[in-house]
């Protein structure tokens, strides 16, 4: 399938990297509204641009268009692009606005095309690994899920050094403004709900710690840095997850089942193992066992040859997309999917705003430590 990438930036080298993985994704042409960028990143990779995005929608080579564009223009570039009768493929989230990715979904029902949003990390090894574990009952019944996406005191890190294969530095102001929920709990969101099914209550609190990340320009919006979400789907299963950019790195899964526990270290790397925690009875009580068993994962682990803070194959969801076009079939992170996820990543980040936190009435006086602990 003939593609082009709207958006050269950070993220679009990634992209780059893992096309060769994928040689039925054929890559006609790259755009960006600043040019520089366009320009620098055609030499680089050795691919066309197009100097507008109208001059890449009148080209009817491209069947599908690869959004990478940042959040705030993930709607308009997607809407144009589907009006102009292209598949569309966004980074996510889908869109910044619930009202805005019904629309885009609408639009795309409506003239037949597919829209299908990242991550594709559900179609990871690992993902898949856990997904068959739990069709086959290996923890029993599950009933409650800990997911984390913490990812350490960002604001702190060398982010200015931060860059990608081509030289594009990390957008630390767009990151820190669109917020860490709506740009990390889809990582997650998409595996619960693809192995859980439907949510159906999202109860959550938001909260911006560090206003001002300290950045040599100024932030023009506090984004949630801290987020926990309790989800109920309509399995009756609940996760709790947290998205920040505070507290200590930590993006682990474990899912709690009547039989065990499923667990793995991070959902950024495809071949993260697998593993089952037993619970063992001894005398009287209850205990999860020390030694937890490797789960065989599904797939052979590849190694994407790029440096960065994950291993994943990011063209794997449009890889995915473009099959469903050509065997018109559904896609597996179709539109409806894409939407849902989106609903609920929103529910959490908007809990900043909307969020009805319960007020304590009663208080205390200060405690005076210890006189050794003084
Ligand atoms: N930075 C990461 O590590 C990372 C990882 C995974 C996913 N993503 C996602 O990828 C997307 C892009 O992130 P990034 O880090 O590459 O950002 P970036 O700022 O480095 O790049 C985005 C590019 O899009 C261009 N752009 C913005 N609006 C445009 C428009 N209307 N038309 C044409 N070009 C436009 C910008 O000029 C810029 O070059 C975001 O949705 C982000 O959530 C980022």
Redesign the pocket.
């Known amino acids: 399938m003939r593609i082009a990438i709207?958006?050269?930036?950070?993220?679009?080298d990634y992209y780059m990297k893992t096309i060769p993985g994928h040689p039925e994704l054929e890559l006609v042409g790259v755009?960006?509204?600043?040019q520089d960028?366009a320009s620098r990143f055609s030499a680089y990779h050795s691919v066309p641009t197009y100097p507008t995005?109208d001059e890449l929608l009148q080209d009817s080579n491209v069947e599908l268009v690869v959004n990478?564009?940042?959040?705030s223009?993930?709607f308009?570039?997607s809407k144009a692009c589907l009006e102009a009768g292209k598949h569309v493929y966004s980074?996510?989230p889908l869109a910044m606005e619930l009202s805005q990715a019904e629309e885009l979904v609408d639009l795309a029902e409506k003239r037949g095309l597919y829209i299908s949003s990242?991550p594709c990390n559900l179609l990871g090894e690992t993902a898949q690994t856990i997904w068959k574990a739990l069709r086959e009952k290996a923890i029993g019944r599950v009933r409650l899920v800990y997911a984390e996406m913490d990812d350490g005191l960002v604001h702190k890190m060398p982010y200015r050094k931060w860059s990608s294969e081509s030289g594009?530095p990390?957008?630390y102001k767009?990151e820190f403004e669109v917020g860490c929920t709506l740009?990390h709990a889809g990582y997650y969101v998409t595996w619960l709900a693809a192995f859980f099914g439907p949510a159906q209550t999202v109860t959550a609190f938001s909260s911006c710690l560090i206003p001002d990340k300290e950045t040599d320009v100024p932030l023009a919006v506090e984004a949630p840095d801290f987020s926990v979400a309790c989800i109920k789907f309509a399995s009756g299963v609940v996760a709790r997850l947290t998205c920040g950019i505070v507290a200590p790195h930590d993006h682990s899964l474990e899912i709690v089942g009547d039989e065990g526990i499923l667990c793995t270290k991070d959902c950024w790397y495809y071949s993260s193992p697998v593993y089952i925690k037993r619970r063992i009875s001894i005398r009287r009580t209850m205990f999860i066992s020390p030694w937890k068993r490797k789960y065989p994962l599904v797939g052979k682990a590849t190694r994407y040859r790029y440096r960065g803070s994950q291993q994943m194959d990011f063209c794997r969801g449009v890889a995915e997309l473009a099959a469903a076009v050509r065997e018109k079939r559904p896609c597996r992170l179709s539109a409806q999917f894409s939407l849902h996820v989106n609903e609920i990543v929103l529910a959490i980040h908007n809990a900043l705003d909307t969020g009805s936190a319960y007020k304590i009435s009663s208080s205390f006086a200060p405690m005076a430590p210890m006189p050794w602990a003084k």
């Not at 709207?6 to 679009?12: D, E, I, N, S």
């Not at 755009?31 to 600043?34: E, G, K, Q």
């Not at 990478?68 to 959040?71: I, K, Q, V, Y």
């Open positions: 709207v958006g050269c930036g950070f993220v679009a755009m960006d509204r600043d960028r995005l990478l564009t940042n959040p223009s993930h308009v570039v980074e996510k990242a594009i990390w957008p767009d740009e």
